[in-house]
């Protein structure tokens, strides 16, 4: 079954680092990028940024630049999505989605989303 | 502040037509294709159309989408209880060195 299941819910203080994982079955992981998108309470849709697993390579919304790190391990078909001096407002469902199209017709879209990790900043 | 402009609701009874559109700019929407996701209550976003225009393969033929320049709409037809969701619309952005942009998402009612 082609699916990305993601890790349990976590409770973070302010100031602390969250790990969000991302497992892959069903289609060969490194041949698709991972993204991560997040969703506040009651709000919508923000993106974090991408990993392409095959190479690691990555690229991270302007907003979220020197406190995410998105890794992957090839060996376990796994994305890690990890945030830094976490605060309130980082409160939310966090996302992760495959993402696919054609290259030659130039089009993209996310057709795989994991049910989500939600991640609570409290002190 | 959404990057893609959408209406905050739209609502209709069953069997009408709506559509909800959405508005970007020549760095998103007037120069990528343009998708729309559907997120039923408590569920994450699902795919409902990709490339301005194309649906997965399981979404009905209710629903449609199109784009001219840098605006985009999404039409259901025939609508069905079952269509009360929160829909968003998104695009790659070429500014800041690429980025994915999202609409605020409209949520829609069956009356």
């Known amino acids: 079954q082609v699916q990305l299941v993601q890790s349990g819910a976590e409770v973070k203080k302010p100031g602390a680092s969250v790990k969000v994982s991302c497992k892959a079955s069903?289609?060969?992981?490194?041949?698709?990028?991972i993204n991560w998108v997040r969703q506040a309470t009651g709000q919508g849709l923000e993106w974090m940024g991408w990993?392409?697993?095959?190479?690691?390579?990555?690229g991270y919304a302007q907003k979220f630049q020197g406190r995410v790190t998105m890794t992957r391990n090839t060996s376990i078909s796994t994305a890690y999505m990890e945030l830094s001096s976490l605060r309130s407002e980082d409160t939310a469902v966090y996302y992760c989605?495959?993402?696919?199209?054609?290259?030659?017709?130039?089009?993209?879209?996310?057709?795989?989303w994991g049910r989500g990790t939600l991640v609570t900043v409290s002190s | 502040q959404s990057v893609l402009t959408q209406p905050p609701s739209a609502s209709g009874t069953p069997g009408q037509r709506v559509t909800i559109s959405c508005s970007g700019s020549?760095?998103?929407?007037?120069?990528?294709?343009v998708n729309w996701y559907q997120q039923l209550p408590g569920t994450a976003p699902k795919l409902l159309i990709y490339?301005?225009?194309q649906r997965p393969s399981g979404v009905p033929d209710r629903f449609s989408g199109s784009k001219s320049g840098t605006s985009a709409s999404l039409a259901i037809s025939g609508l069905q209880s079952e269509d009360e969701a929160d829909y968003y619309c998104?695009?790659?952005?070429?500014?800041?060195?690429?980025?994915?942009?999202f609409g605020g998402g409209t949520k829609l009612t069956v009356l």
């Open positions: 989605a495959r993402r696919t199209g054609d290259e030659g017709l130039d089009y993209w879209y996310f057709d795989l």
């Open positions: 069903g289609y060969t992981f490194t041949s698709y990028d």
């Open positions: 990993m392409n697993p095959n190479s690691g390579n990555t």
């Open positions: 020549s760095s998103n929407i007037g120069s990528n294709t």
């Open positions: 490339s301005n225009n």
């Open positions: 998104a695009a790659w952005d070429d500014s800041l060195n690429g980025r994915w942009v």
